[in-house]
Nanobody, 117 residues
Framework: QVQLVESGGGLVQAGGSLRLSCAGS????????MGWYRQAPGKQRELVAT???????NYADSVKGRFTIARDHANNIVYLQMNTLKPEDTAVYLC???????????WGQGTQVTVSS
């Protein structure tokens, strides 16, 4: 019903920046809310940021002021601009979408973000 494909991960030094992209396709309502979650080894998957069709956003406290989520509504692309990266940001970042309250049922395969010190 919905497919999500992430890109933009990589290796950066602490203090650097990355921009992740997630391209969504399929059911329109399944893309109402899009966002990013992350999971590090041995840790629970956690919310990073979400955004809806009215561009209302929600951020984890740990990334507020450093990360910005935005979306291209015409192309169903959600971006995560990550600035001032820290080693503790290292994780697999997964795109997520759904009709309403996140997390939704649709997940991308993930993109690795590694921040070195």
């Amino acid at each position: 019903q919905v497919q999500l494909v992430e890109s933009g991960g990589g290796l950066v030094q602490a203090g650097g920046s990355l921009r992740l992209s997630c391209a969504g396709s399929g059911s329109r309502f399944g893309l109402n809310v899009m966002g990013w979650y992350r999971q590090a080894p041995g840790k629970q998957r956690e919310l990073v940021a979400t955004i809806d069709r009215d561009d209302r956003t929600n951020y984890a406290d740990s990334v507020k002021g450093r990360f910005t989520i935005a979306r291209d509504h015409a192309n169903n692309i959600v971006y995560l601009q990550m600035n001032t990266l820290k080693p503790e940001d290292t994780a697999v970042y997964l795109c997520n979408s759904g009709q309403a309250l996140p997390p939704g049922p649709y997940w991308g395969q993930g993109t690795q973000v590694t921040v070195s010190s």
